[in-house]
């Protein structure tokens, strides 16, 4: 059986009990308890001012009363207060998100101070692993130092032994030669898979070319001889200015600007052919004008392209070389953590821009696809809309994401992986009005085939 609660409520505690209960309590306690809860008998009169002058007066002088005065206020954070400024140290390594600016803040620095510091400019690029200096002498600007002898052209027949890491441009730059030569002398083409231990061809069989005569050193400043007359070509190497060429050859800067056609305007590039004049006052016979080679060509296994696509190509290769990229360590670093931070496969990413590259960060092709992952600039403009932000190919980091970007949207609207690969080389629309052209198959075999490789 249940027992129903009775409707009768518990006698509520009447003031002689509430009056005990707080009997011993310090009388300090019973006197604040008092003014808490005062009787209503014993609340003063309140005069109500009889005007409104009279009212606000009476409201400004109590709020004045309630005003802390300024004297008492302290104006400065005490010395326990204030955050540790930690100190700088001599150098500092580059961490991702790392600017200048951000690094001279955290150490209490001088941002313009630390970029003279570094002999670094405001647009200079900084990247992960660098190491910069946070205190010390600003170090003075290098010399350009003298640029090696170039290497002699291979005799006919010679092979090289590819390594890990190498790719077809750097095989054909290290010996002198041309690409294309390359790939003539060993039926390869710009997407042509080498690995370590293949024997590559880096002469055609023909007498090698007669090297051009060495050039005559630059006198020294102790020195009363008259350098020889010197008459032939030199490849200009990176860091290279006219003025050092001029000099290391023992030519007049205007000798030298006449003899190739040139101004003091002129923008020479590494991989230029220039003539060396003869000597000062020896009467040598005009030179022709030298042929400048482009740093990017014009046209490539058989494709010509526009000349203004071309002279866009060559700026952005003349940009890169003149920036500090990461090396392709880094920068393959960079692209695979890209692709984790985009849901992408990384081993796919590095597939494309192993292919792509070689993860070189300075390359140009003749259709003007930029940097690491060869992204054309409609491209660039495409990838840009697709992550909300521009996109700047030149910059390392962007140039990753744009096509890690590329990369992700193929993926989702392709109908399978090998299709979406194709679309990176050939077009999506191409490929799917056309289907795959016989390189493009090519082409994924060897994305698929790198990838294995990054797994």
Same mark, same amino acid.
């Given at each position: ?13 009447? /003031?002689?009990?509430?009056? %005990?209960?707080?009997?011993? /309590? ?6 604040? #308890?008092?003014?808490?809860?005062? $009787? ?11 005007? *409104? ?30 955050? &540790?400024?930690?100190? %700088? ?30 002999? *670094? ?18 170090? $003075?600007?290098?010399?350009?130092? &003298? ?22 441009? =750097? ?7 041309? /690409? ?33 005569? $060495?050039?005559?050193? =630059?006198? #020294? ?27 290391? @050859? ?5 000798? *030298? ?25 020896? +009467?040598?016979?005009?030179?022709? &004008? ?17 000349? %203004? ?9 003349? *940009? ?8 392709? =360590? ?19 990413? #590095?597939?494309?821009? @192993? ?30 809309? /697709? ?17 890690? $970007? ?5 993926? &989702? ?9 194709? +679309? ?16 493009? !198959? %090519?082409?994924?075999?060897?994305? !698929?085939? @790198? ?5």
């Amino acid at each position: 059986m249940t027992m129903s609660r009775s409707p009768k409520q518990p006698p509520r505690p009447s /003031l002689p009990m509430i009056a %005990a209960t707080t009997a011993a /309590l310090p009388a300090v306690v019973m006197s604040s #308890l008092a003014l808490a809860q005062p $009787a209503a008998a014993e609340q003063p009169a309140r005069a109500v001012p009889a005007t *409104l002058a009279a009212a606000m007066k009476a409201q400004a002088a109590q709020a004045t009363a309630t005003v802390i005065p300024a004297s008492s206020v302290s104006t400065t954070v005490p010395a326990a207060f204030k955050p &540790a400024q930690p100190s %700088a140290p001599a150098e500092y390594t580059i961490a991702r998100g790392d600017t200048i600016s951000g690094i001279a803040g955290k150490f209490g620095l001088n941002t313009g101070e630390v970029l003279k510091l570094n002999n *670094l400019q405001p647009n200079t690029i900084i990247y992960p692993g660098q190491k910069i200096k946070l205190s010390g002498a600003p170090a $003075a600007p290098a010399a350009p130092a &003298a640029a090696p002898a170039p290497a002699a052209a291979p005799a006919g027949g010679a092979t090289y032994t590819v390594k890990s890491g190498d790719t077809l441009g =750097a095989i054909a730059a290290r010996h002198n030669v041309s /690409l294309s030569d390359v790939f003539s002398w060993n039926n390869l083409n710009m997407r042509s898979i080498i690995y370590p231990g293949q024997k590559i061809k880096v002469g055609g069989g023909q007498p090698a070319p007669a090297a051009p005569a $060495a050039a005559a050193p =630059a006198p #020294l400043a102790n020195s009363s001889a008259t350098p020889a007359p010197s008459t032939g070509s030199y490849t200009v190497k990176a860091g290279d200015t006219l003025s050092a060429i001029a000099s290391r @050859h023992g030519v007049k800067l205007s000798e *030298l600007l006449s003899a190739n056609r040139m101004s003091m305007t002129s923008v020479i590039y590494p991989g230029n052919k220039l003539v060396i004049p003869g000597a000062s006052g020896q +009467g040598a016979a005009p030179q022709p &004008a030298a042929t400048v080679t482009p740093l990017v060509p014009s046209t490539f296994l058989g494709f010509s392209y526009p000349a %203004a696509v071309v002279s866009s190509a060559n700026a952005n290769k003349a *940009l890169l070389n003149a920036s500090p990229v990461p090396s392709r =360590a880094e920068m393959r670093n960079i692209v695979g953590d890209t692709a984790r931070r985009m849901g992408v496969d990384p081993s796919l990413a #590095l597939a494309f821009a @192993h292919q792509e590259s070689g993860f070189d960060q300075r390359a140009v092709s003749p259709a003007n696809a930029i940097g690491t992952m060869q992204v054309i600039p409609t491209s660039g403009q495409w990838a840009s809309d /697709l992550v909300g932000r521009k996109l700047n190919l030149l910059d390392p980091y962007d140039n990753a994401t744009a096509g890690v $970007a590329i990369i992700r949207q193929l993926l &989702a609207t392709s109908k399978d992986q090998d299709t979406a690969i194709a +679309g990176y080389y050939q077009g999506q629309y191409s490929v799917s009005k056309y289907g795959m052209y016989d390189d493009t !198959k %090519a082409y994924v075999a060897a994305i !698929k085939a @790198h990838q294995k490789n990054f797994r």
